[in-house]
C-alpha cells in the first residue's frame, strides 16, 4: 500500500513538471512568432538615399543604372535587365524586384526615387511585416500614418482601397512604406526635389 502510494506521488510529480514544460514551449512559440528584431539602421541608410537590398540609391546616375543594372543580376534570375518605360515627363525603370525612376527634366539629377518590392532594410516584403513591425523597426516616433495615395503608391497599377502609408522625412529623403490589407508591400525612397509624379 505505502510502495502504490509513493507510486501516485511520484507520477503525479512528473505529470506536473510535464505539464508546466508544456506550458513553456506554448510560450516560446508564440514569442518566437512576434516580429523578428532588426539589426539594420533603417533611417542611416535612408539619410544615404539607399535600400540595402536596390543595387543603386536616389541620385544614382542614370546613364550608369541603365548601363550597370544587368552586373547585378543574379545567376538564375528570371529578370535578364531593366525593362525601361518612358513616358511623357517620366522615365520608369523596372528591374522586378527594385523600381528606379526619373523625370525627364531632372534627369541630370539622377534616379528620383527607388522603390524595393520584395525585400528592403532587412524587412522581408508581401505579407510577412505589419506597419506596426515597421514602426518598431525604424525606432523613430517622427513618422506620418495614414491612407495611402496614389502618389505614395504611383508605381502600382491601381491603387487598393485598403492600402496604408507610413512616412518619414530622413535628410533630404521621404522614406515610404506601403501597406495592402494591413501588411508590408513595397517600399519608396524619393528625392521630392527631383521627383514630383
Known amino acids: 500500500m505505502l510502495f502504490k502510494k509513493i507510486l501516485l506521488i511520484i507520477t503525479a510529480f512528473c505529470f506536473t513538471l510535464a505539464l508546466s ?3 513553456e514551449a506554448s510560450t516560446d512559440k508564440t514569442s518566437s512568432q512576434s ?26 546616375n542614370v546613364a550608369e543604372v541603365k548601363s ?15 525593362i ?12 522586378g524586384n527594385s523600381m528606379f525612376c526619373y523625370e525627364k527634366a531632372n534627369e541630370s539629377a539622377g534616379v528620383g526615387v527607388i522603390i524595393a518590392k520584395e525585400y528592403a532594410y532587412d524587412l522581408s516584403l508581401g505579407g510577412v511585416y505589419t506597419l506596426d513591425d515597421v514602426i518598431e ?14 502618389a505614395d503608391a504611383f508605381f502600382l497599377p491601381v491603387l487598393p482601397q485598403n492600402a496604408e502609408c ?13 501597406a495592402i490589407d494591413g501588411y508590408l508591400s513595397s517600399v519608396t525612397l524619393t528625392n521630392p526635389t527631383v521627383w514630383n509624379y
Open 21 to 23: 514544460g508544456c506550458g
Open 35 to 60: 516580429a523578428p528584431s532588426h539589426s539594420v539602421n533603417i533611417l542611416a541608410f535612408a539619410e544615404k538615399g539607399e535600400i540595402p537590398e536596390v543595387p543603386f540609391g536616389v541620385g544614382a
Open 68 to 82: 550597370g543594372f544587368k552586373d547585378t543580376i543574379e545567376p538564375g534570375s528570371e529578370i535578364e535587365d531593366l
Open 84 to 95: 525601361i518605360d518612358e513616358g511623357v515627363t517620366t522615365v520608369w525603370m523596372d528591374g
Open 137 to 150: 523597426a525604424v525606432g523613430s516616433e517622427e513618422y506620418t500614418r495614414a491612407a495611402a495615395t496614389e
Open 166 to 178: 507610413v512616412s518619414y522625412v530622413t535628410g533630404s529623403y521621404v522614406l515610404r512604406f506601403i
